[in-house]
């Protein structure tokens, strides 16, 4: 059964969580990123404005020194080892009790000395701030230096514009990066999202096939139960003698539909990976010459021959003998449904050390070439027209395979026959 029409919503039902969880990544890493370039950014500002302090201070120091050793050397102006020039302003203090004076030396002398006394002796160590200077913002330390010789206070400025250059060059640099970082990060984002729900995607695009097929299975015997009972319904006088063929139609049928809800009870329980498989020893030469010997009347009956090459000895692996025995009985029930008059069976048996390998070959119509791919998939089935299953049973038997841990492969060609192979380690 084929569903028609759908909206986007229902071939993917879990597109609401893809977009929820990909919002929640993005989000996730958009907020990291931020953090990041806020962290990275304040560490430089910090860093680089406590290089510039630093060397304030050791320019004022310097200065003073200077000074002291050879007065009248400077003009207002001091070359760091930026190349960027240092103002500054030096004044001599003189105490007189509670009464003080400040006797301008060098530099600028255009600023408030007792304003920058007042400010200096509330910071001992000095004290370092930002100015604007004729609407330029500069650095400036301020602090009161004692000397053998004489107290100072000082005032050192230096213009913040190339600090502020490198930061808002640094800002612009991590923005960029952090952007086209973020956008391979968005990008990788959506595959991974679409990676990790494309399984779920999968999952729930098979189940609903697979009800779909299954509803459509069941209909038909359901369909033919019905309609055999409606029969005997429209005909109450009859006896069950006169209508046992209806009887039987029904009763056929509903044992099929048991066995075939049966297996798909199994295959669903497989599916939740629910524990099926008991491992005990298991010899598979006995097991394939046992279900051989019970064959052969069948064989007989329809005139086919069937026949099992194994070797001498035993070939024991770790299985589940009802499981292994249902393997066979499915392999050998499909050779027999797709084979004609005279045909020959056979199952074979090859035993190493790692693994064991179990063949049933027949020489019947083979399968098609375009079905080949596709001959374990569930509802599967070649030539309809031949046995009467619901084409779960090769469904089941790659499944009993994948349990013990091995491999199931089909080769055929049309109108030569086909060869199923077991691979199962030991």
């Known amino acids: 059964m084929h569903i028609g029409w759908q909206s986007k919503s229902e071939r993917d039902p879990y597109l609401a969580v893809r977009i929820k969880l990909f919002s929640i990544n993005i989000g996730a890493l958009f907020a990291v990123w931020a953090f990041l370039l806020i962290l990275v950014y304040s560490l430089m500002y910090r860093e680089l404005y406590h290089i510039l302090d630093d060397q304030l201070r050791a320019g004022a120091l310097h200065i003073i020194q200077q000074y002291t050793h050879n007065p009248g050397l400077y003009s207002g102006a001091l070359g760091l080892g930026d190349q960027q020039q240092v103002l500054f ?14 006797e301008f030396v060098q530099g600028n002398p255009f600023v408030n000395a007792a304003q920058l006394y007042s400010t200096a002796l509330k910071y001992p160590a ?35 514009a190339p600090t502020q250059a490198m930061l808002s060059r640094l800002l612009w640099t991590l923005g960029i990066s952090g952007l086209v970082a973020l956008g391979l990060v968005v990008a990788l984002g959506i595959w991974l999202t679409s990676r990790s729900v494309s399984p779920m995607v999968a999952s729930w695009r098979r189940q609903q096939q697979f009800v779909a097929d299954a509803s459509h299975e069941l209909r038909t015997p359901l369909t033919i139960i019905k309609t055999n ?15 046992m063929h209806y009887l039987a139609n029904a009763y056929e049928e509903a044992t099929r539909t048991a066995e075939m809800i049966d297996t798909l009870l199994m295959l669903a329980r497989a599916d ?90 027949d020489d019947g119509v083979g399968i098609p070439a375009a079905l080949l791919p596709r ?7 070649g030539d309809e027209s031949r046995g009467d ?34 691979s199962l380690p030991n």
């Open 229 to 243: 009972l409606d029969i005997l319904l429209h005909h109450p006088g009859h006896t069950i003698e006169s209508e």
């Open 272 to 361: 939740s990976h629910e524990q099926l498989i008991e491992r005990k020893p298991v010899d598979l030469i006995a097991l394939a010459q046992g279900l051989v010997e019970t064959m052969q009347p069948m064989a007989e009956a329809q005139n086919k021959t069937i026949a099992s090459a194994v070797p001498h000895g035993a070939c024991v692996i770790p299985g589940d003998l009802a499981r292994l025995r249902q393997l066979l009985l499915i392999l050998l029930d499909n050779a027999f449904s797709y084979t004609t008059t005279g045909a020959t069976i056979t199952v074979e048996v090859e035993c190493d050390t790692l693994r064991s390998t179990i063949r049933v070959t």
């Open 375 to 381: 001959i374990f998939e569930r509802f599967v089935r």
């Open 126 to 160: 000095g004290v370092v701030s930002t100015i604007r200077m004729d609407g330029v913002p500069y650095r400036a330390f301020l602090a009161v230096i004692p000397m053998a010789d004489n107290t100072y206070m000082i005032r050192v400025t230096h213009a913040i």
């Open 389 to 422: 299953g619901a084409g779960l049973g090769l469904s089941l038997a790659r499944w009993i395979v994948e349990a013990h841990g091995g491999t199931i492969t089909a080769a055929s060609t049309p109108g030569k026959g086909s060869v199923f192979t077991v």
């Open 89 to 102: 302003s030096l004044f001599s203090i003189t105490s007189h009790g509670s009464r003080w004076t400040a």
